[in-house]
Structures are given as C-alpha cells and as structure tokens.
C-alpha cells in the first residue's frame, strides 16, 4: 500500500449537472504492488473492489450521474427507441404448451407486468389453468427476479422451484403443493440443480461453495423431514462442478460431474433413493463424456442402427443402456452405447463414429429415436436417429432436418416425455422470427406451432442475411453472419455494429431480434464474427482460442472487421462494435490493439482485469478458468496473459468512444473490473470522445430481469450508438 494514500485525490464528490458534463468522476490512485516470476505491477485502483466501503459506492454513483448528464439529451430519443421496440412486442402472449405426464405447461405475458406467469392445464382442456407461479407477485420489493429450476414431481403434486432476487445467481430452492398451493416449509440456500426421485418425497439438489459459487455438494433430502440432509457426494477438486438431473426416461438420477476439460457420471435408479451413486467410469485428463438413458437392450444380436461389432457383457438387462457422448475418439465427439449393469469403459460399442469435421454437440434420448445436436461448416443441424430401423448402421438410419437460409440458429425446443414421436425444435435467422416447430420422426412432417409475432408490419422481404468468410492473419477462414435492409447502400457509407465472444466454446447463434430493426431500419448492418475460441466449429475452434492461442480470438476479430471494410459495408469511422462478459475481454483487447479501427465499443460486464481475476483463487470461477486461459502461478501463462489482458495494457493514447456497463451484484464477472478499466482509461486516454460507465445497482451478469426495464437499457444503448453516429431520431 502506498504510505502516502491518504493525500491521494479524494473520491467525487456532489456536483451540480453541468458540472458532471464538463467533468468526469476522477477516482483516486492507491497504488497495490504485485511482484509475480520477476513482474512488478502497480495497479492504482484495486480499492475499488471493496464494496462495503462507502467511498466505492460513491464513486459507481458519481459515475452513474455522469453518464446520466452525458446521455440527458438523447432521452427523447431513448423513449421514441424504447416505444418502438415496445411497440413490435405482443405484449399479451403466451408460449406454446408442452406435454408432460398427462398436463399442458406454459407460460403466459400480460401487457404492463414484467415477469410471466407459469400455468399448466390437464389435456386439452384449455379452460381448466392452473397457476403455478406468478413471478410478478413473488417478485415485489425486489429490484431483480428469476427462477432457476422448476421440476414437477412425477406424481404431478409437487413442484420444486428456485429463484434468485440479487441478481447474483444465488438461487433459494422452495417445494410447491399443487393441490392446495401451500408452500412446504423447507427453504434451501445456494442450490444450483435439483431432481425428484420417483417416490415423489425425495429429493436431491446440488448446493454452491459460499465464497467461490463452485457447485461442490449433493445432498438428499426427505420431504417434510427435520433431520439434517445427508451429504451425498463432495466435490474437492476446484476445477470440478456438479449437477444433478433425472434422466427422460424416468428411471434414474445422473449426477454429472465436470470441469472445462473433463468429466464423469455417477447414475442412481430413481425407484432407489437410499442407495448410492455409482460410477460410470471414472474421469481421466482431457476425456469428457456424458450420458443419458434408454430402458432398452443393446440389440446387438441383429443388424440395425444399435448393431456393434466388439463383444462385451449380456447386452439384455431390464436397467437398459446409457448412450454415452465421448470425445475419447476425436475432439469432436462419437457416441457410444453400454448396458447399465456394466458401464465400465471396455464395454463402450461405438453408435456413431468421430467425424473430424462435425461437432457431435448434443445427444437427446427418446423411446424410438435419438435427436443429435450438430455443428458443421460453422452452422448447426439437428439429425434425428430411428432407433427402429433394419438399417446396418446408426448414420445410415439417420437424417437431418433440412434448413434453406445462409446463416440460421436452430436448437431443440421443450421435449420432457420419453415416449413423443415428435421432436420439438426452435428455428430461426437474422431475418425469420423465432418459430416453434413439431417435426414427426416418421412422416419428417414439421408443423409450425408459433412463430414470434412482430407488430407493426414486419416484412422479412425487406432484410438480407449473408454468409461471408474473413481471412485472419494466420490464413484462417473466420465465418460472419449479417444483416441489413435490401436498400441499404453497400458503398462504405453505412454504420455497421459488429458483434463478438470467441470463449469456453459458445457459439454466438444467428438470432431474430425485432429490437435489432431499430437499427437496421435507420440503415445499420449488423454482423456477427463467429472467431477462435468460440463453438460455431466445435470443439478444434475453441481450442484454437483459448489458453495459449487466446490472441486467435483477437486477430479474427480484428480480419472480421477489417473484411467488411475491405468490402465496402462500412468504414473505421461508422464501425461500432459489441460484446460481454469474456466478450467484454474481447472489446478491450481489440480496443488496446487497433483503437483506430472502431469508432465506438459497448461492453456488457466486461472481464477486463484478466491478470488481477485469475491471480485471486478465492473469486468465483478462477480455478475453474485455468483450463481456459491459464494459470497465471506459471509463468509462460502468466505473461501469456499479461500480454493481453485489457486493462494491464492501457496505455496514454487515443481510444475509441466507450459504453461500459456492469450490474453490482454480478457474481461472474465483478462489477469492479469494468470500473477499475475505465477508472484507468479515464486518467491516460488522450481524447475527448465519451467514456462512459453504468452500473446497474440492483442487478447482475444478466443485467435488468423485468422485460420492460431490459427494454429501457437496450434503448440506451441504441440512443448512445446512433448519436454517436450521427443518427438523432
């Protein structure tokens, strides 16, 4: 600590407004010495991460009056974007319904409440509803709600929900009589997952470590018991998490156990409460697999779909098969098949071969069929599997649902029943509205339940989805994903927002937004870079992007925007570009790299203090994340790291204008980071562009929780962006 901290300049203080636009909070220096592998490091403001101290909440206000000054003349403006995104809302809607157990479950919007109301019906009968949930009452007096879990018991009595009231994903698990309404006594703190056994009195939920929100615990509890809930199972290994669910088939309890690197189940039968998990085969370094259920044999005295060739224990056995997802045989998946009696490794059957240049990313269980999540070519694709068919093999009894636009998302919808001959999926694109599908497995018949409605008079003619490839500096094709109006003028005159994340292997998918058409309507294109580090090329594109290779993720970007230069979409000065959390990190790297190159960044939560945050073992995620940025306690990825990391690199010169935004109770990515980075930025950037921070006091990672104040903070952003380019109403 420095000696002389007290004279240091003192935290803001009350201004008039016009005092807050000519002059920006100006937090005080108190230097922390960090002496790591021969590095000395002085980071001036890591006071802030005290958030009992009065002084901090002072400042995240001071800085909130700011912006508020800054940003006072566009709220006209915010107000006519806010109407008009409201506006293309059915602000009155409900969901399609899905079928479990014999009832209907949605749930139903009404104009002027923030939060649905979850219903349920028995059959078709459509004037029968039961109120489940309204999280509109359950919500009042908070600033922030959502709910987690929601599992109904199998007998349909009982329903075991969880919700969240900070903000910072510490979620309270609560039991539901839906016979009379009454809620059980019993309240659980910090759960993360939950499942019911079949006797519908007993349940298991996984709970989170107090300081680190590692989920490290399984417990049993026995409803309407005062004993103390036995521990089940405990996670010591930091790296790990755990989850617990029931299979669809009903018949047992999957505890799934995993870090970013590898993974191992352990199975109960759900008629078997009392008994103890056992191990599917144990974890190795680097080996991932998950399972699910099927009650049936392995079949493989006769050729088909399930037909293997190695030979292993009595394939017949009334516990069924695991159908086991492993990337043992490829970093892209296979599937594989065992009986439960004896689910030791040598006995996995290969189902469905590695395929190099397909991400086997998902695998659902039905009675007749198994539905495969695919991505190939930088696109995703649901297979269906008839697992009734003579065909000699599991591929060649299989196909996909075929999609015709350039770029899409598509995703498996809500399907809890074993025995459905139908798969629900969601499908969408740049320019279709988010639409839910039925597809019959046999007929390959889909029928569209519901697609988004979009008031106002969409016309989906109007708007153009493109597929375009960059080439980054290593020579790596990099796929884009954009959108714009037919008439909007590809001559380099147009605005453009590029939008980025490149981490732990999520794709950033191709959605609809009707919010989006109040930029693309004042002739803004939109575009996604899908770089290294992401999932959209499975898992060999995440690896390419993280730990060592993290800079991959940095120069893709940095060709994206360069390619849609380079082809007349937009130029440096109307580019804008966007990301959060770990997309946060990508915004400030390429912001330290190529600040001539944007002229505006919004950055949602921004991990931005990569270096300080992966030093500190006691924050949430930190050890966890060694396996996807380092450890910095080595010193190759130390400095890797520092090389980097936003914040360690500003520097005195010319930025960007920025956007920072960050919610208080945020428990991923701390508010502090995006403080400290703009604190520093604040005192070295040479430039008079805005630098903007807003903290949202009463919420979290996922920003506001009601759908109207969502819809106030998209405004903003809009407002701010379009001003700044130019475009005042």
């Known amino acids: 600590m420095n000696p002389d901290a007290k004279t240091a300049a003192p935290a803001p203080t009350q201004e008039t407004s016009a005092d807050r636009v000519t002059k920006p909070p100006v937090a005080r220096r108190e230097p922390v010495e960090h002496v790591l592998h021969g590095d000395r490091r002085l980071d001036h403001y890591a006071w802030l991460r005290h958030k009992e101290n009065p002084e901090v909440i002072a400042y995240l206000k001071a800085e909130n009056a700011y912006t508020d000054a800054i940003l006072k003349p566009t709220e006209k403006f915010q107000e006519k974007l806010y109407q008009e995104m409201l ?3 059915q602000q009155t809607d409900l969901t399609v319904p899905y079928t479990l157990r014999g009832y209907q479950y949605f749930t139903k919007t009404f104009e002027g409440l923030q939060y649905p109301l979850y219903f349920r019906q028995p059959g078709t009968a459509f004037f029968d509803e039961q109120l489940l949930l309204d999280l509109n009452a359950l919500a009042e007096g908070h600033s922030f709600f959502s709910v987690e879990s929601f599992e109904v018991s199998e007998d349909n009595h009982l329903l075991a929900y969880s919700t969240d009231s900070t903000g910072f994903r510490q979620y309270v698990l609560q039991v539901k009589d839906l016979r009379t309404g009454t809620t059980f006594p019993e309240r659980f703190e910090r759960v993360t997952s939950v499942a019911w056994a079949s006797d519908n009195r007993t349940l298991f939920y996984t709970v989170e470590d107090e300081t680190t929100k590692r989920s490290h615990r399984l417990y049993r509890h026995i409803l309407g018991s005062s004993e103390t809930d036995p521990l089940i199972f405990e996670e010591t290994d930091e790296r790990f998490r755990i989850a617990v669910e029931r299979t669809r088939s009903g018949a047992f309890l999957l505890l799934t156990i995993a870090s970013h690197t590898a993974s191992e189940v352990r199975y109960l039968r759900a008629d078997q409460p009392s008994g103890e998990f056992r191990l599917v085969a144990p974890r190795e370094d680097n080996h991932e697999y998950y399972a699910d259920h099927h009650p049936g044999p392995l079949a493989a005295e006769h050729p088909g779909p399930l037909a293997a060739e190695h030979p292993g224990p009595p394939t017949h056995s009334n516990e069924g098969v695991f159908y086991i997802r ?11 098949a065992v009986p439960v009696t004896d689910p030791r490794r040598e006995f996995w059957r290969e189902i469905i071969p590695n395929r190099p240049d397909v ?9 007749t069929h198994l539905v495969f999540f695919e991505r190939e070519g930088g696109l995703p694709y649901l297979r269906i599997v008839d697992l009734t068919s003579d065909a000699p093999n599991a591929l060649a009894a299989s196909h996909r649902i075929e999609f015709a636009e350039p770029a899409y998302n598509a995703s498996i919808g809500e399907n809890p029943e074993f025995g459905a001959s139908a798969v629900r999926f ?16 046999r007929t390959r018949e889909r029928s569209l339940r519901k697609q988004q409605p979009v008031l106002g008079g969409y016309d989906a003619s109007q708007y153009v989805s493109e597929r375009l ?9 990099v796929p884009l994903s954009v959108v714009h109006r037919r008439d909007t003028p590809r001559d380099g005159s147009a605005p453009l927002l590029l939008y980025g994340y490149g981490s732990y292997g999520i794709s950033v998918p191709v959605n609809f937004s009707s919010n989006r058409l109040s930029l693309l309507d004042r002739g ?12 959209e090329l499975g ?7 993280r730990m060592r290779q993290k800079r991959n993720t940095f120069t893709d970007f940095i060709a994206a925007a360069e390619h849609l230069i380079a082809q007349r979409y937009t130029t440096p000065e109307k580019l804008v570009i966007e990301g959060g959390s770990a997309g946060g990190l990508l915004m400030g790297a390429v912001a330290n790299m190529r600040p001539d190159l944007f002229r505006m960044v919004i950055s949602h939560v921004p991990f931005v203090d990569v270096l300080n945050t992966m030093l500190d073992a006691s924050l949430p995620l930190t050890i966890g994340e060694y396996e996807e940025w380092g450890n910095p306690q080595i010193a190759e990825d130390y400095f890797y790291m520092k090389s980097y990391c936003p914040y360690t690199n500003l520097e005195r010169k010319p930025c960007p204008a920025i956007l920072a935004k960050t919610g208080l109770n945020d428990s991923q990515v701390m508010y502090w980071e995006p403080a400290k980075y703009v604190a520093k930025m ?3 950037k040479t430039d008079s562009k805005p630098l903007l921070l807003k903290t949202n006091m009463g919420a979290g990672h996922g920003g506001a929780s009601g759908r109207y104040d969502y819809l106030r903070e998209i405004a903003l952003d809009y407002a701010f962006l379009l001003t700044q380019l130019g475009i005042h109403s």
Do not use: C
């Open 524 to 535: 803004v294109i939109y575009a996604v870079a899908h770089i290294r580090g992401g999932g």
């Open 469 to 477: 490839h960059a080439i980054s500096s290593d020579g790596t094709r």
């Open 326 to 336: 492993t990337n043992s045989g490829g970093r892209t998946f296979r599937l594989m």
């Open 359 to 367: 991400m086997l990313a998902g695998a659902e269980v039905f009675q």
């Open 426 to 441: 969601q499908y969408e694109s740049f320019v279709t509205p988010r639409s839910i599908f039925d597809y019959d497995v």
């Open 682 to 684: 604040r005192a070295l």
């Open 539 to 545: 898992k060999p594109w995440h690896d390419a992007g």
């Open 87 to 89: 506006g293309r809302i």
